[in-house]
Protein backbone atom coordinates (compact mmCIF):
# COMPACT_ATOMS: atom_id res chain seq x y z
CA UNK A 1 0.00 0.00 0.00
CA UNK A 2 1.12 3.60 -0.70
CA UNK A 3 1.71 6.19 2.14
CA UNK A 4 -1.61 8.45 1.98
CA UNK A 5 -0.78 11.89 2.43
CA UNK A 6 -2.89 14.92 2.94
CA UNK A 7 -1.81 18.28 0.85
CA UNK A 8 -3.08 21.37 -0.77
CA UNK A 9 -2.61 22.31 -4.13
CA UNK A 10 -0.25 25.37 -4.44
CA UNK A 11 0.08 25.30 -8.58
CA UNK A 12 -1.33 24.17 -11.53
CA UNK A 13 0.30 23.28 -14.64
CA UNK A 14 -2.34 21.43 -17.30
CA UNK A 15 -2.50 18.02 -15.52
CA UNK A 16 0.61 18.51 -13.30
CA UNK A 17 0.13 19.56 -10.04
CA UNK A 18 1.87 20.57 -7.29
CA UNK A 19 0.63 19.98 -3.77
CA UNK A 20 2.26 20.80 -0.42
CA UNK A 21 2.69 18.41 2.53
CA UNK A 22 1.62 20.40 6.00
CA UNK A 23 5.35 20.05 7.23
CA UNK A 24 6.76 22.05 3.38
CA UNK A 25 7.41 19.12 1.45
CA UNK A 26 6.19 19.53 -2.53
CA UNK A 27 5.14 17.06 -4.63
CA UNK A 28 4.59 16.71 -8.04
CA UNK A 29 1.23 15.20 -8.68
CA UNK A 30 -1.16 13.93 -11.06
CA UNK A 31 -5.27 12.96 -10.76
CA UNK A 32 -6.20 9.44 -11.17
CA UNK A 33 -7.50 8.66 -14.37
CA UNK A 34 -8.04 10.99 -17.39
CA UNK A 35 -10.21 13.50 -16.35
CA UNK A 36 -9.06 16.04 -13.83
CA UNK A 37 -11.18 18.60 -11.38
CA UNK A 38 -8.31 19.69 -9.75
CA UNK A 39 -7.83 23.22 -8.55
CA UNK A 40 -5.34 26.00 -7.19
CA UNK A 41 -6.10 25.88 -3.62
CA UNK A 42 -7.72 22.15 -2.90
CA UNK A 43 -7.42 20.31 -0.04
CA UNK A 44 -6.48 16.60 -1.65
CA UNK A 45 -5.81 13.39 -0.57
CA UNK A 46 -2.03 11.82 -2.48
CA UNK A 47 -0.53 8.47 -2.84
CA UNK A 48 3.26 8.69 -2.91
CA UNK A 49 4.33 7.11 -5.93
CA UNK A 50 7.81 8.22 -5.93
CA UNK A 51 10.46 10.35 -3.60
CA UNK A 52 8.72 14.16 -4.75
CA UNK A 53 5.77 12.30 -6.37
CA UNK A 54 2.32 11.05 -5.94
CA UNK A 55 -1.39 10.35 -7.42
CA UNK A 56 -4.06 12.67 -6.05
CA UNK A 57 -6.65 10.23 -4.65
CA UNK A 58 -9.50 12.61 -3.65
CA UNK A 59 -10.54 16.38 -3.42
CA UNK A 60 -11.89 17.43 -0.03
CA UNK A 61 -15.17 18.80 0.18
CA UNK A 62 -14.51 22.58 -0.96
CA UNK A 63 -16.25 25.79 1.08
CA UNK A 64 -16.13 27.77 -2.24
CA UNK A 65 -15.36 27.15 -6.15
CA UNK A 66 -14.60 30.26 -8.46
CA UNK A 67 -14.67 28.98 -12.31
CA UNK A 68 -15.92 30.11 -15.49
CA UNK A 69 -18.10 28.15 -17.95
CA UNK A 70 -19.27 28.26 -21.79
CA UNK A 71 -21.66 26.23 -23.41
CA UNK A 72 -19.13 23.19 -23.56
CA UNK A 73 -16.78 23.15 -20.60
CA UNK A 74 -15.46 24.51 -17.30
CA UNK A 75 -12.32 26.42 -16.57
CA UNK A 76 -11.59 26.32 -12.74
CA UNK A 77 -9.80 29.08 -11.50
CA UNK A 78 -9.39 28.48 -7.55
CA UNK A 79 -11.12 26.72 -4.45
CA UNK A 80 -11.70 27.70 -0.98
CA UNK A 81 -11.01 31.33 -1.80
CA UNK A 82 -12.80 33.74 0.87
CA UNK A 83 -12.13 36.48 -1.07
CA UNK A 84 -11.71 37.89 -5.19
CA UNK A 85 -9.98 40.60 -5.95
CA UNK A 86 -10.19 42.52 -9.39
CA UNK A 87 -7.23 44.06 -10.88
CA UNK A 88 -8.18 46.84 -13.22
CA UNK A 89 -5.90 49.89 -14.26
CA UNK A 90 -5.54 53.59 -15.64
CA UNK A 91 -3.97 52.23 -18.62
CA UNK A 92 -4.86 50.01 -20.65
CA UNK A 93 -8.10 50.75 -20.41
CA UNK A 94 -10.18 47.79 -18.51
CA UNK A 95 -13.55 46.02 -20.01
CA UNK A 96 -16.05 46.92 -18.07
CA UNK A 97 -17.99 43.66 -18.62
CA UNK A 98 -15.15 41.43 -17.69
CA UNK A 99 -14.76 43.27 -14.05
CA UNK A 100 -18.82 42.82 -13.76
CA UNK A 101 -18.37 39.35 -14.93
CA UNK A 102 -16.02 38.43 -12.28
CA UNK A 103 -18.34 40.16 -9.66
CA UNK A 104 -21.14 38.23 -10.62
CA UNK A 105 -18.74 34.69 -9.83
CA UNK A 106 -18.13 35.87 -6.96
CA UNK A 107 -21.60 37.11 -5.87
CA UNK A 108 -22.26 33.43 -6.86
CA UNK A 109 -20.22 31.96 -4.12
CA UNK A 110 -20.73 34.61 -1.55
CA UNK A 111 -17.49 35.28 -1.64
CA UNK A 112 -16.01 38.81 -0.53
CA UNK A 113 -15.15 41.57 -2.90
CA UNK A 114 -12.10 44.34 -3.95
CA UNK A 115 -11.73 46.20 -6.75
CA UNK A 116 -8.40 47.26 -7.20
CA UNK A 117 -7.45 50.45 -9.54
CA UNK A 118 -4.07 50.25 -10.24
CA UNK A 119 -1.34 52.79 -12.17
CA UNK A 120 -2.97 55.98 -9.97
CA UNK A 121 0.05 57.78 -10.95
CA UNK A 122 -1.16 58.01 -14.53
CA UNK A 123 -2.87 60.71 -16.01
CA UNK A 124 -5.84 58.65 -17.12
CA UNK A 125 -6.91 58.19 -13.03
CA UNK A 126 -9.94 60.57 -13.07
CA UNK A 127 -11.54 58.81 -16.20
CA UNK A 128 -11.12 55.51 -14.98
CA UNK A 129 -12.04 56.84 -11.31
CA UNK A 130 -15.59 57.78 -13.24
CA UNK A 131 -15.78 54.51 -14.87
CA UNK A 132 -16.00 52.60 -11.64
CA UNK A 133 -18.39 55.21 -9.91
CA UNK A 134 -21.13 52.88 -10.48
CA UNK A 135 -19.90 50.76 -8.63
CA UNK A 136 -18.42 52.30 -5.69
CA UNK A 137 -22.05 54.02 -5.28
CA UNK A 138 -23.29 50.35 -5.32
CA UNK A 139 -21.34 49.42 -2.30
CA UNK A 140 -18.56 47.60 -4.08
CA UNK A 141 -15.00 48.55 -2.19
CA UNK A 142 -12.21 50.00 -4.55
CA UNK A 143 -8.70 50.63 -3.40
CA UNK A 144 -6.61 53.23 -5.39
CA UNK A 145 -2.97 52.52 -5.32
CA UNK A 146 0.57 52.05 -7.92
CA UNK A 147 1.84 49.01 -7.39
CA UNK A 148 5.39 50.31 -8.81
CA UNK A 149 5.24 52.70 -5.93
CA UNK A 150 3.13 51.21 -2.77
CA UNK A 151 1.30 48.32 -2.11
CA UNK A 152 1.06 48.59 1.75
CA UNK A 153 -2.68 49.78 1.71
CA UNK A 154 -3.50 46.64 0.02
CA UNK A 155 -2.01 44.56 3.01
CA UNK A 156 -4.79 45.29 5.71
CA UNK A 157 -7.47 44.17 2.82
CA UNK A 158 -5.47 40.47 2.58
CA UNK A 159 -5.15 39.81 6.35
CA UNK A 160 -7.27 36.63 7.26
CA UNK A 161 -8.59 35.51 3.66
CA UNK A 162 -7.35 33.32 1.17
CA UNK A 163 -7.87 36.02 -1.48
CA UNK A 164 -7.53 34.91 -5.61
CA UNK A 165 -6.39 37.81 -8.15
CA UNK A 166 -7.78 38.13 -10.98
CA UNK A 167 -7.89 40.91 -14.37
CA UNK A 168 -7.27 40.74 -18.07
CA UNK A 169 -3.36 41.34 -19.16
CA UNK A 170 -2.03 44.78 -18.78
CA UNK A 171 -3.62 45.47 -15.30
CA UNK A 172 -0.04 45.49 -13.54
CA UNK A 173 -1.19 42.24 -11.95
CA UNK A 174 2.24 40.91 -11.96
CA UNK A 175 3.72 43.71 -10.77
CA UNK A 176 1.30 43.86 -7.82
CA UNK A 177 2.38 39.96 -6.78
CA UNK A 178 5.93 40.63 -6.98
CA UNK A 179 5.65 43.67 -4.58
CA UNK A 180 3.68 42.35 -2.48
CA UNK A 181 5.68 38.94 -2.26
CA UNK A 182 9.05 39.51 -3.22
CA UNK A 183 10.16 35.83 -3.50
CA UNK A 184 7.63 35.11 -6.11
CA UNK A 185 10.03 35.04 -8.84
CA UNK A 186 12.08 32.77 -7.50
CA UNK A 187 8.81 30.39 -6.35
CA UNK A 188 8.57 30.66 -10.32
CA UNK A 189 12.00 29.43 -11.51
CA UNK A 190 11.60 26.47 -8.33
CA UNK A 191 8.28 25.10 -9.58
CA UNK A 192 9.37 25.17 -13.41
CA UNK A 193 12.74 23.45 -12.08
CA UNK A 194 10.16 21.04 -10.17
CA UNK A 195 8.03 20.24 -13.29
CA UNK A 196 11.42 19.78 -15.81
CA UNK A 197 12.01 23.68 -16.41
CA UNK A 198 8.87 24.61 -17.78
CA UNK A 199 7.99 21.52 -20.03
CA UNK A 200 4.65 22.30 -18.44
CA UNK A 201 3.75 25.90 -19.27
CA UNK A 202 -0.27 26.43 -19.05
CA UNK A 203 0.02 28.07 -15.27
CA UNK A 204 -4.20 27.85 -14.27
CA UNK A 205 -2.99 29.41 -10.71
CA UNK A 206 -0.34 29.81 -7.76
CA UNK A 207 -0.79 29.71 -4.09
CA UNK A 208 1.49 32.13 -2.10
CA UNK A 209 1.70 32.30 1.52
CA UNK A 210 1.54 35.87 2.91
CA UNK A 211 1.87 34.34 6.64
CA UNK A 212 -0.35 31.59 8.03
CA UNK A 213 -4.11 32.80 7.84
CA UNK A 214 -3.69 35.34 4.66
CA UNK A 215 -2.91 33.14 1.13
CA UNK A 216 -2.82 35.04 -2.60
CA UNK A 217 -3.59 32.81 -5.41
CA UNK A 218 -2.52 34.49 -8.44
CA UNK A 219 -4.17 33.75 -11.93
CA UNK A 220 -3.18 34.59 -15.70
CA UNK A 221 -4.38 37.04 -17.40
CA UNK A 222 -8.35 36.23 -18.64
CA UNK A 223 -9.76 38.30 -21.57
CA UNK A 224 -13.16 36.23 -21.35
CA UNK A 225 -14.95 35.06 -18.32
CA UNK A 226 -18.36 32.99 -18.98
CA UNK A 227 -21.08 32.39 -16.89
CA UNK A 228 -22.82 29.48 -18.77
CA UNK A 229 -23.20 28.16 -15.36
CA UNK A 230 -25.70 30.68 -13.73
CA UNK A 231 -29.02 31.24 -14.88
CA UNK A 232 -30.84 34.31 -15.45
CA UNK A 233 -32.59 34.59 -12.29
CA UNK A 234 -28.86 34.21 -10.79
CA UNK A 235 -27.56 37.10 -12.90
CA UNK A 236 -30.05 39.39 -12.02
CA UNK A 237 -29.69 38.80 -8.35
CA UNK A 238 -26.35 39.62 -8.16
CA UNK A 239 -26.84 43.16 -9.56
CA UNK A 240 -27.22 44.63 -6.48
CA UNK A 241 -28.89 47.72 -7.03
CA UNK A 242 -31.99 45.66 -8.97
CA UNK A 243 -32.58 44.15 -5.48
CA UNK A 244 -35.21 46.61 -4.50
CA UNK A 245 -37.13 46.47 -8.07
CA UNK A 246 -37.15 43.16 -8.96
CA UNK A 247 -40.43 41.09 -8.66
CA UNK A 248 -42.44 44.59 -9.76
CA UNK A 249 -42.42 44.37 -13.26
CA UNK A 250 -45.53 43.69 -15.03
CA UNK A 251 -44.52 40.50 -16.30
CA UNK A 252 -42.63 37.37 -14.15
CA UNK A 253 -40.62 37.02 -16.73
CA UNK A 254 -39.31 40.09 -17.92
CA UNK A 255 -36.05 40.05 -19.10
CA UNK A 256 -35.95 44.06 -18.49
CA UNK A 257 -35.02 45.39 -22.18
CA UNK A 258 -38.19 46.39 -24.23
CA UNK A 259 -41.02 44.65 -21.76
CA UNK A 260 -43.76 47.28 -20.89
CA UNK A 261 -43.71 48.54 -17.31
CA UNK A 262 -40.52 47.21 -16.79
CA UNK A 263 -39.52 48.21 -13.07
CA UNK A 264 -35.81 48.45 -13.59
CA UNK A 265 -35.64 50.06 -17.01
CA UNK A 266 -38.29 52.57 -15.17
CA UNK A 267 -35.70 53.01 -12.12
CA UNK A 268 -33.19 53.35 -14.38
CA UNK A 269 -34.53 56.42 -16.09
CA UNK A 270 -35.28 57.98 -12.79
CA UNK A 271 -31.70 57.54 -12.12
CA UNK A 272 -31.48 55.17 -9.26
CA UNK A 273 -30.13 52.08 -11.49
CA UNK A 274 -26.93 53.43 -13.81
CA UNK A 275 -27.75 53.28 -17.55
CA UNK A 276 -24.16 51.43 -17.79
CA UNK A 277 -24.81 49.08 -15.63
CA UNK A 278 -28.41 47.78 -17.20
CA UNK A 279 -26.58 47.60 -20.70
CA UNK A 280 -23.85 45.59 -19.28
CA UNK A 281 -26.48 43.40 -17.62
CA UNK A 282 -28.39 42.84 -21.18
CA UNK A 283 -24.91 41.64 -22.79
CA UNK A 284 -23.95 39.04 -20.45
CA UNK A 285 -27.48 37.77 -20.36
CA UNK A 286 -28.18 38.03 -24.36
CA UNK A 287 -31.26 40.14 -24.18
Given at each position: ????????????????????????????????????????????????????????????PRKTLLYRSDA????????????????????????????????????????????????????????????????????????????????????????GHTSVLVGQSG?????????????????????????????????????????????????????????????????????????????????????????????????????????????????????
Open positions: MSEKLQGQIIAAFGRHYLAELPGGEILECVPRGKKSEVACGDNVEIARTGTDQGVIDRIAFKQKLIAANVTQIIVVVATEPSFNDELLARCLLAAHDQNLDTLIVLNKCDLPQTAAARAQLAPYSKIGYRLLELSAKQDVAPLLPYLQMGKSTLINALIPEAHAATREISTVLDSGKHTTTHAKLYHLNSNSHLIDCPGVQLFGLHHLDFAAIERSFPEFLPYLGHCRFANCSHSHEPDCAIRKATADGNIDERRLKLFQQITGH
